[in-house]
């Protein structure tokens, strides 16, 4: 499963699930993703739960997408491979 | 706010907001969290966003509230103190 657009609270997102073997290897993949969002200055939610993590972007102040919210899922999406 | 017990896909849990002052804070409270669960061997779900976490346990076996469960939250109330 990709990327879908959802739509949540009436603002649309990105949403992505990403599967792992337990609650360790999510639990460092919601570092990754943290580490990266505080970079940008631009934070998802991150749901972390035991064998996988569930990653929504959106743009805050414009309360639904904006390109850098595909960016930064595309971003997100490289990590997996470090 | 304390923690509430919820219903979730016909699932009881206990669920509690946790707020910071910014992602950072809040992803630190998440690793805590985690580092709890791993040592308990009982793992919750964790929604880090930028000032909040919000922790939701409940027993994956039968399907609802566990004691185990309140005590847990107990436990995860004790790692603001740390």
């Known amino acids: 499963p990709d990327w879908e657009i959802i739509e ?7 949403r992505r699930v990403f599967k792992f073997g337990n609650f360790a290897e999510a639990l460092d993949f919601t570092n990754k993703t943290g580490a990266l969002a505080e970079e940008a200055g631009h934070h998802p939610a991150i749901l972390t739960e035991y064998g996988q993590v569930t990653v929504t972007w959106w743009s805050h102040k414009i309360k639904g997408l904006h390109k850098n919210d595909f ?6 999406d490289q990590l997996l491979k470090h």
């Not at 949540?8 to 990105?14: E, F, T």
């Not at 960016?71 to 997100?76: E, F, G, L, R």
């Open 8 to 14: 949540q609270d009436a603002v649309r997102r990105l």
């Open 71 to 76: 960016i930064m899922a595309a971003k997100t």
